[in-house]
């Protein structure tokens, strides 16, 4: 049989993977075979609740190791955490955990920009750069090691609705960075992606759904739906597995089509 | 994942990365009809293409030139990655060479996804079309090459929007350089050089531009995307 799409025996950091999309990229990683998967965020009720409730599924091991992720210090001691149960050696990053915070520009607040672009952008760069040793170990020249930003069609659109301004610039920022990451990290057997999703419901996207309107955006998407969580599930399975080892710095757009569409709207 | 029961149309499927393509379709449980110019190595890529009980085809056709109306079965993935190379300066091409390189790889990839739409609206399919990260690197003697393939991804977006809502997907690989008979004859010098600027110091295989038109063929909400695979090569575009 031809190679799979799959993460059988590989172990993964899913940040924010308490819910919304880092939830879906666990679910898609269990199903792949993953053999562990550690979760961040910040409230650690929710994560262990995550923790309980896929490890029901009988698949792998998830393991909740909560905190905020803007604090360097606490993100050290997670993957260091994380180092020493899997012998210094990690397969995947999934650096997913994002904010964003819409005011009009007029009265837009410094401490929105500020807030968004440290989770956004900083704490990627942080992510990265902490857990690169330990995917270093893990990688290979034939099946390299993999970090999976989360970008967005926001990254590509300059108008908002929503006064999102730091959320857009901080898209924009985590596409660049995959990009230069990927130059830095793939001769040492790391692969660095984005995924750039369209509108997904989760907790962060519903205020925003429901202020543009959940029926025309989904009458404006050209497949006539928003995302689901199988479809980042199988985006997220697709890139992390053996099939996707010579991809490396793309930005891949799940949106239905919506970015190209002209009556579609951010 | 599977493509049972799923009938694909591969252009240039009888080497390369269309064969490749149709081998992964074919080993995850597709039927495929493959075609290119040359009726015997069409007819024996298409005859050593795994479970040859679903009776895969091989169909000598030009794909610079319309189809005829001859029917076809119901067609639920087309695959245009009938290409030809670009192997001189601009001020060394001859028109033919213009025209042969701008029909081939663009025309035919318009004319073969138009003969198509039909069935495809049918089936609730999708289209993947091949195109080249030499189409958006400025690279000398790629000139026409680049102005064919950066025009299969302006077909390939609006096709998304215009076929998205009746249910069928089109999207890119844009792979970088992959090891086949096209990249057979640079100059071993080039291609050393070439890979320098690889981050991951290699050419890909066709193997790997299949796995992504497999994922493209299953992905239902990936729509009016184009997907590079080429190692980390096109960064700075
Ligand atoms: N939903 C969409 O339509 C959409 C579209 C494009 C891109 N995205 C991107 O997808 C990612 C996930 O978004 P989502 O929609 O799934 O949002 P969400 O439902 O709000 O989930 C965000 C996750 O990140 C965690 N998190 C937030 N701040 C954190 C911090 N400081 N440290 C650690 N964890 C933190 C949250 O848990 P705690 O709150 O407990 O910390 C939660 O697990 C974001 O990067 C977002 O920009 C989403
Ligand atoms: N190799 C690379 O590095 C690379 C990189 C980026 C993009 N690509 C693209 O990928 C696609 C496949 O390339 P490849 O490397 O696999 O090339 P290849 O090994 O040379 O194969 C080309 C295929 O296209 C067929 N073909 C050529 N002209 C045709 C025509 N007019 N009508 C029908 N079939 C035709 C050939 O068969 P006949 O000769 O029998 O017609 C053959 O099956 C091309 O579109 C190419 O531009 C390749």
Redesign the interface.
Known sequence: ?????EVKGKTALVTGGSRGLGLYAVQGLLKGGAKTVYITARKASQCKETEDELNKLGLGKVVALPGDITNRDRLKEIIEEIGRRENGKLDIVIANAGATWGAPFDEHPDEAIQKVLHLNVRSVFATVQLAAPLLEKAGT?TD?SRVITVGSVAGFLPHSESGTFGYLASKAAVHHLT??L??????RNI?VNAIAPGFFPSKMANGLLEKLGKEDMMKN?????L??P??IE??IL?LCSP????????I??????A????KAKF | ?SLTGKIALITGGSRGIGYSIAR?FA??GGKCIIVSRNLDSVQKAARSLPFPERKHLGVSHNVSQPWTDDPFEPIDIVVNAAGIPQNSLLMRLKTEEIDALIDTNLKGSILTTKKFVPSLLKTKGCIVHVSSVLGSIGSPGSSVYAASKVGIEGFS??L??E???KGV?SNVIVP?LVETDMTKTIAPKILEQMKTK?????L??P??IA??A??LA????????S??????M???L
């Open positions: 049989m031809p190679l799979n799409f020249p390299p990009k230069s990927s130059a830095t990290l793939g001769p692969t998407n050209p497949r006539q739906r995302g689901e199988e479809d199988g985006l697709f099939a996707a080892s010579y991809i490396n710095g793309a891949i757009v799940i949106d239905g089509g970015r190209n569409a002209s | 994942m992964l080993e995850n977006r609006s998304a929007a076929l998205g809502p997907r970088g690889i981050p991951l110091a290699r890909g295989t193997e790997e796995h992504t497999l994922f299953t992905n239902n909400y990936i729509n009016g995307a997907i590079r695979v080429d190692g980390g096109s960064t700075s």
